[in-house]
């Protein structure tokens, strides 16, 4: 692919864009950027509304309201076949009568090209599949059909690919392969992406940017780092892995907040309090991740050091998973606590029933308002959108 049409393309804008169906609204009045060239993932639960926005972007759904620009070219009018955006289906959807060449070239055949060998043999030189021209799609596996349906959308060299749960069919080892197979071609082709995806892990895995969404509204958007860390509301700290959530109230104001909960006071830096309201007296949610708590039996606890975030409790649970101990405990917090310890030394007094401390660095710590639900986002149904 060459420079000129890498840049040819240009942002994907959506000004307004909603859809509704009767009096269901599945996605609510949404403005949204994607930066050309990048890797930009709308993550959501089944029903959120993220394969129509992008089913809209591909014009597969009129929008009821908005606008949708690529390149600074309103294109909502534009039927499918008109937009320079090419759509990969969790299905695929390759001719299972004609070889991997004739799929890939069939794009470029259905527009007159006559002499397509060059321009397939780099397409699928891209995707890894130059050995299997000669081939029929079943004769592949589901991550190679995956990749020829890629060099076909990518053969047509359009300004922005579309990518629809596209390794959803595949088993858990071959999807975290493709993952980081399609994150490879999208760099080397610098075209923009936009994939639509319910399985978090993928969306931080591939995706520079990710926009959460949840009731067809778009609930935080940023880097997967910046989500995972800084979660502003509830339903994305438990939607993006796993959040322990603990309510308080703020005893003391300054840099840091001062939270009495569970039966002490916890400390949590005030630049990581998303919460409206951060005056003495007001009720927050406090979040830390499992991965950042370490955990001391009760023996050990005046060993542990000063000035770190302390709950005690005992443990109820524990699952040896390998690289990691999960534990779950039993706190004055309220809900039982979640931790994740590195299987690095283990301490054999670990186990259910065990008396324990769990301390954290107050940094590691964000805070939320507190009249969201608490459970929000914690469990959700496989998308069937």
């Keep these: 692919m060459t420079q000129q049409q890498q840049t040819a393309g240009g942002d994907v804008r959506l000004a307004g864009i909603s859809k509704t169906y009767g009096s269901f609204t ?67 959807a390759l001719f299972p009568h004609l070889d ?95 994939h639509v995806t319910h399985d978090q892990e993928e969306a931080m895995t591939m995706a520079d940017t990710v926009a959460v969404m949840n009731g067809g509204r778009v609930e935080q958007l940023g880097a997967p780092a910046d989500l995972y860390e800084n979660p502003r509301t509830t339903f994305v700290a438990n939607f993006l892995g796993t959040s322990n959530l603990i309510g308080g109230e703020i005893v003391s104001t300054g840099e840091d907040l001062v939270v009495a909960a569970s039966g002490g006071k916890l400390a ?41 975030n302390r709950v005690t409790g005992r ?23 979640q931790v994740y310890e590195q299987n690095i030394e283990r301490d054999t007094r670990l186990l259910p029933g065990a008396e324990v401390v769990l301390h954290w660095n107050p940094a590691h710590t964000f805070g939320l308002d507190a009249g969201q639900d608490i459970d929000a986002g914690a469990t959700s149904v496989e998308d069937a959108e």
């Design 26 to 92: 599945a996605v609510h009045p949404l403005d949204l950027t994607v930066p050309q060239g990048s890797f930009f993932a709308l993550l959501g639960a089944s029903g959120c509304g993220k394969t129509t926005t992008l089913r809209m972007i591909a014009g597969l759904e009129e929008a009821t309201t908005g606008t949708v620009y690529l390149g600074g070219k309103d294109i909502t009018d534009l039927p499918p076949y008109k937009r320079p955006v090419n759509t990969v289906f969790q299905s695929y």
């Design 100 to 194: 991997i060449t004739e799929n890939v070239a069939f794009g470029l055949r259905r527009r007159g090209i006559k002499s397509v060998k060059k321009q397939v043999d780099e397409m699928l030189e891209l995707v890894q599949l130059g050995d299997f021209a000669r081939r029929k799609p079943h004769q592949l596996s589901g991550g190679q059909q995956q990749r020829v349906a890629v060099a076909r959308a990518l053969i047509n060299h359009p300004q922005v690919l579309l990518l629809d749960e596209p390794l959803g069919a595949l088993d858990l080892k071959l999807r975290r392969q493709m993952q980081l197979e399609l994150k490879r071609i999208q760099t080397e082709v610098g075209i923009t992406f936009v």
């Design 268 to 308: 949590l830096p005030r630049e990581r309090c998303s919460a409206s309201s951060t005056a003495a007296g007001g009720r927050l949610l406090l979040g830390i991740r499992p991965e950042k708590i370490s955990l001391a039996h009760a023996d050990d606890a005046d060993d542990i050091a000063a000035g770190r």
């Design 315 to 337: 443990i109820v649970d524990s699952s040896f998973i390998g690289v990691s101990t999960q534990y779950v405990v039993e706190s004055p917090a309220g809900k039982a606590l």
